[in-house]
């Protein structure tokens, strides 16, 4: 090899060594830049124009995220506690499959999108809890983004498939405050479940209520059982738990969360299913042998729904 080749081959390696120091540098730069965190602001919500045509005039392009949250919540509300009109109930459907949520991977929802999101899905809580429980095929049926909300008792309903409903319900959950709102809205519900069982029914009419109750508190545990291994998270959400405005239906329950320790909430949580269950079986059922078949399979069911989501 003459000095001359050998020359031109070491400057042929040199830029090609630096070729690919700028190609891994321009890859680290745009990681550093841009994949933290891709997300549109306010996940696309207030750009998407689906969500402004349903949601309507409250929601304006460029509005921040704050403003958009409390449309959110305005327009979907229901003018009396469980009435909700078809709009109302096509409005939530249209944002939880709005483009910035729907089948979203790994999804992260705005900071201050999620309390108001919470506070609208636990405003139709109704649907939240067969939704959890995936138990009623109307909402499996009737799920897809084209498909209408559907009136019965007197409000609409809607649908969404599990996985998206799924993921927002977890990224929701991020916050605190905004898990707090959803497991009261859910505790409420099943209250109101138990208390409608009539006082003559038998089989599954009588089993199904606080078994399908442990399932839909088990799945929304195995939903938040990331976060609820964080100490601070679990700190802020039993303040919001025990600080909550009292309601007739969650007092007791939240009362016996006022002594549990930080490190025990997530034990008492889990535990939930069957917290709720005993006494209402205790006062229904004399005999102690089926008592203790049912409690057990209440406590199998919370088990089953958190295996579900954590496994």
């Given at each position: 090899?003459t000095?001359?080749?050998?020359?031109?081959t070491?400057?042929?390696?040199?830029?090609?060594?630096?070729?690919?120091?700028?190609?891994?540098?321009?890859?680290?730069?745009?990681?550093?830049?841009?994949?933290?965190?891709?997300?549109?602001?306010?996940?696309?919500?207030a750009?998407?124009?689906?969500?402004?045509?349903?949601?309507?005039?409250?929601?304006?392009?460029?509005?921040?995220?704050?403003?958009?949250?409390?449309a959110?919540v305005?327009?979907?509300?229901?003018?009396?506690?469980?009435?909700?009109?078809?709009?109302?109930?096509?409005?939530?459907?249209?944002?939880?499959?709005?483009?910035?949520?729907?089948?979203?991977?790994?999804?992260?929802?705005?900071?201050?999108l999620?309390?108001?999101?919470?506070?609208?899905?636990?405003?139709?809580?109704?649907?939240?809890?067969?939704?959890?429980?995936?138990?009623?095929?109307?909402?499996?049926?009737?799920?897809?983004?084209?498909?209408?909300?559907?009136?019965?008792?007197?409000?609409?309903?809607?649908?969404?498939?599990?996985?998206?409903?799924?993921?927002?319900?977890?990224?929701?959950?991020?916050?605190?405050?905004?898990?707090?709102?959803?497991?009261?809205?859910?505790?409420?519900?099943?209250?109101?479940?138990?208390?409608?069982?009539?006082?003559?029914?038998?089989?599954?009419?009588?089993?199904?209520?606080?078994t399908?109750?442990?399932?839909?508190?088990?799945?929304?545990?195995g939903?938040?059982?990331?976060?609820?291994?964080?100490?601070?998270?679990?700190?802020?959400?039993?303040?919001?738990?025990?600080?909550?405005?009292?309601?007739?239906?969650?007092?007791?329950?939240?009362?016996?969360?006022?002594?549990?320790?930080?490190?025990?909430?997530?034990?008492r949580?889990?535990?939930?299913g069957?917290?709720?269950?005993?006494?209402?079986?205790?006062?229904?059922?004399?005999?102690?042998?089926?008592?203790?078949?049912?409690?057990?399979?209440?406590?199998?069911?919370?088990?089953?729904?958190?295996?579900?989501?954590?496994?």
């Open positions: 090899m000095g001359k080749t050998a020359r031109r070491v400057l042929v390696k040199m830029w090609s060594l630096l070729a690919v120091c700028l190609t891994l540098l321009g890859g680290l730069v745009a990681w550093l830049g841009f994949g933290r965190d891709t997300a549109a602001p306010c996940n696309g919500l750009e998407d124009e689906h969500v402004r045509t349903s949601v309507g005039a409250g929601v304006q392009a460029g509005m921040n995220c704050a403003a958009l949250g409390r959110l305005k327009a979907t509300a229901a003018s009396e506690p469980g009435k909700h009109s078809q709009a109302q109930a096509r409005a939530v459907k249209d944002v939880l499959y709005s483009p910035g949520l729907g089948y979203t991977e790994n999804l992260r929802i705005d900071p201050a999620r309390v108001p999101l919470a506070t609208v899905l636990a405003d139709y809580a109704g649907d939240f809890h067969e939704m959890l429980a995936g138990l009623d095929s109307q909402y499996v049926i009737k799920g897809d983004p084209d498909d209408d909300p559907w009136e019965s008792s007197g409000t609409y309903h809607l649908a969404v498939g599990h996985l998206v409903f799924r993921n927002v319900v977890r990224a929701v959950s991020r916050d605190p405050q905004a898990y707090a709102i959803l497991r009261l809205a859910e505790t409420r519900y099943a209250a109101q479940l138990l208390a409608a069982v009539p006082g003559d029914a038998t089989g599954a009419a009588f089993s199904l209520p606080p399908e109750n442990a399932r839909t508190l088990g799945i929304l545990d939903l938040t059982d990331r976060y609820a291994r964080d100490q601070a998270w679990r700190t802020a959400v039993l303040d919001h738990l025990v600080h909550a405005p009292a309601d007739p239906l969650t007092a007791a329950w939240v009362h016996g969360l006022k002594d549990t320790p930080q490190d025990g909430l997530t034990d949580l889990r535990a939930q069957i917290d709720m269950a005993r006494p209402w079986i205790q006062a229904r059922i004399t005999d102690e042998p089926t008592r203790q078949v049912l409690l057990a399979e209440v406590e199998t069911s919370a088990l089953s729904g958190f295996k579900e989501i954590t496994h």
